[in-house]
């Protein structure tokens, strides 16, 4: 078998997998779902490290492989190169973590949503799982768009799960915001069509220099929709009706990476790129940086907090891979790591929050004293995610933002305006820095507060998924900065 061939088949499973485990999920009685979804997800994290081993064996060769062709006209196809095969197996392996601590959390022992688990829970999860997978590797836009939309139905129905009034209202705005956005990939990938005759989004680099730039921000206007970004952040926030699970994995691990992944893919298949993209990109990176870093501060609730720290840190990868337009492949391997390295620790601190409304009933931060007493790995996992949000060394983002900021005063030396707009980032950085410190040092230490001292028992399941996060927020950005050299 082919080197090429081996890794395609490995791509199928991968994302056949997860997918095939949503069918069973609703054929099969209820009691049986999480234990369907907890298979489709390792099979499938299983695989995409498999392809990943397979490709550093040998040698690490950029590899695209056609699937489905008409005539000339490539439809869809995979691309195996450092890039997808870094973040293919975290967004799949941390689906899977969050399907191992969702078991006790969608349970009526959740002390802030008592719930029965229904099965479509672990169907759309399932299915959003396998649908990471196959945008991670498409070689087409149109491959693009087909995961772009699945993973966009999945976020309206997991968004909505609890249906209430404003959950049913945060699904379906997440579904039209997101879909509105999906407009820039369908124009982009018929302005490519029309002019090249395919669809790979390698042909965008054979696109003239007014063309490339229209399609590029095409895809960009797509991506800030996916990523949250000003002006199509607003679904985000309101995203956090949804069970914590789902708030963890698409609004921390994957659907807001959904935009990220397919504007770097664009740009490192464009060849020359028009200056007017990284200067779009910067910009907005920048006024969404600051605009989440402010809209944080007052937030008492834990997850809404949150939300707006993954809008302003997504904000950190549009600005490196903008700075890449000017020549900084440095920023661009950052920005690559950041999503990679992002995604382990914002899920953490996500989990984290819900297994406070799990075991506590509240997560309002000003109710958490003293937890490192009574929850000790809770309290451990809290202080590991907010050190790396916060980007403090040893934890893994502090690797990717250094790159990003290495880029950034590179570009700079030569350009006064990207110059300033890092130092604005090095300040944006340590401002978070000292908030979270805030929140740590008030949350972490002393004695449990009454709402503390009255929780009920950590479930092992979610002691296990914080165990290996913590590990991986420590490990993952020396592996990511190697692996993208």
């Known amino acids: 078998m082919s080197f090429a061939v081996s890794l395609s088949l490995l791509g199928l499973v991968a994302i056949a997998a997860p997918m095939v485990a949503s069918v069973l999920v609703a054929l099969f009685p209820r009691p049986y779902a999480k234990w369907f979804s907890v298979l489709g997800a390792a099979v499938s994290t299983v695989c995409t490290i498999a392809l990943a081993a397979n ?63 229904r099965r479509r829970f672990y169907a759309y999860l399932a299915t959003f799982i396998g649908a990471m997978a196959g945008l991670v590797y498409s070689s087409t836009l149109l491959g693009q768009l087909v995961f772009f939309e699945i993973t966009g139905a999945c976020s309206w129905g997991l968004i909505s799960y609890y249906m209430s009034p404003t959950a049913k209202k945060a699904g379906m705005k997440a579904l039209i915001i997101t879909h509105i956005g999906a407009l820039g990939l369908y124009l982009g990938a018929a302005i490519v069509f029309a002019h090249t005759g395919t669809f790979a989004i390698t042909a965008i680099a054979g696109l003239d220099a007014k063309l490339k730039a229209i399609v590029l921000l095409l895809v960009l206007f797509a991506a800030w929709a996916k990523s949250a ?23 921390g691990a994957s659907m807001v990476k959904v935009g990220v992944c397919v504007f770097a893919r664009a740009l490192v298949s464009a060849g020359e790129i028009p200056e007017i993209v990284g200067w779009v990109a910067i910009i907005d990176a920048m006024v969404t940086m600051l605009f989440g870093f402010l809209m944080y501060l007052p937030q008492k609730d834990m997850k809404r907090l949150l939300a707006f720290s993954t809008i302003a840190q997504l904000s950190y990868v549009f600005f490196g891979l903008g700075l890449s337009v000017f020549g900084s492949q440095l920023a661009f391997d950052g920005a690559v790591c950041h999503i990679f390295n992002h995604a382990f620790a914002k899920t953490l601190f996500f989990l984290i929050a819900g297994s406070f409304s799990f075991t506590l009933g509240t997560r309002m931060l000003p109710k958490l004293r003293g937890i490192v007493k009574k929850y000790p790995i809770s309290g451990v996992g809290f202080g590991v995610a907010a050190l790396a949000i916060a980007g403090v060394p040893p934890m893994n983002t502090f690797f990717s933002k250094f790159q990003i900021i290495a880029g950034g005063f590179s570009v700079g030396a030569g350009n006064v305006a990207i110059l300033v707009l890092a130092c604005i980032m090095v300040a944006e950085t340590v401002a ?54």
């Not at 985000?236 to 708030?247: D, H, K, N």
């Not at 028992?457 to 991986?472: G, K, N, S, Y």
């Open 55 to 117: 490709f550093a064996g040998a040698g690490m060769p950029d590899t695209q492989v056609p699937l489905i062709s008409f005539g000339q006209t490539l439809v869809m196809g995979f691309t195996f190169d450092r890039m997808s095969t870094l973040l293919a197996p975290a967004f799949v392996g941390i689906g899977l973590l969050v399907v191992i601590y969702s078991i006790p959390y969608m349970s009526e022992n959740n002390r802030e949503h008592p719930d029965a688990p």
């Open 229 to 251: 970004q000003v002006p199509m952040y607003m679904w985000l926030p309101s995203a956090m009706e949804a069970p914590t699970p789902v708030s963890a994995y698409l609004h």
């Open 432 to 485: 978070t820095f000292a908030w979270f410190l805030k929140w740590m040092g008030y949350c972490l230490p002393g004695e449990p507060s009454e709402e503390v001292a009255a929780g009920a028992p950590l479930p092992r399941a979610m002691a296990f998924v914080f165990i290996v996060l913590i590990i991986m927020v420590i490990v993952s950005g020396p592996l990511s900065a190697s692996w993208i050299g």
